[in-house]
């Protein structure tokens, strides 16, 4: 388990913006979002690494700065899974992005980029 702290209130979840994420035990690259006192407050991540191959999203040199990220290396990239119905689906255009060392996060929206809102997951990954 390790605590984010959103720089912003994730979309429909201010005003918190202090949350932990954790593993899921025996399900690798998913993880669960949830605030200190917020009861039933939970979003399932995708580890983008571990499950998305060819998910290459681009942040803005402002989105960069604002979560501290001097390289690509530093940022941890997670979408957020939608596990209702037949087939769960992640959003790639807005995937929340968190600083390795800082615990810094941001769900930031893609700019100039063309990647679905809603990708079922397991299939392959490319902007459409």
Do not use: C, K
């Not at 681009?58 to 940022?75: F, H, I, K, N």
Request: aromatic share 4%; no cysteine; net charge negative.
């Amino acid at each position: 388990m390790s605590a984010v702290t959103f720089l912003s209130p994730p979309p429909g979840l201010a005003p918190h913006v202090e949350f932990e994420l954790t593993p899921v035990p025996a399900a690798t690259g998913l993880l669960t979002l949830t605030a200190p006192g917020a009861d039933g407050l939970r979003l399932f991540l995708v580890d983008a690494q571990a499950h998305l191959s060819g998910y290459t999203p681009v942040l803005s040199a402002e989105q960069g700065t604002r979560l501290g990220l001097s390289d690509a290396a530093e940022a941890e990239v997670f979408v957020v899974a939608n596990p209702a119905g037949e087939v769960t689906t992640v959003n790639l255009m807005a995937p929340v992005v968190v600083h390795r060392g800082s615990g810094a996060a941001l769900q930031v929206i893609l700019e100039n980029q063309d990647w679905p809102l809603q990708h079922p997951l397991g299939e392959p990954v490319s902007p459409r």
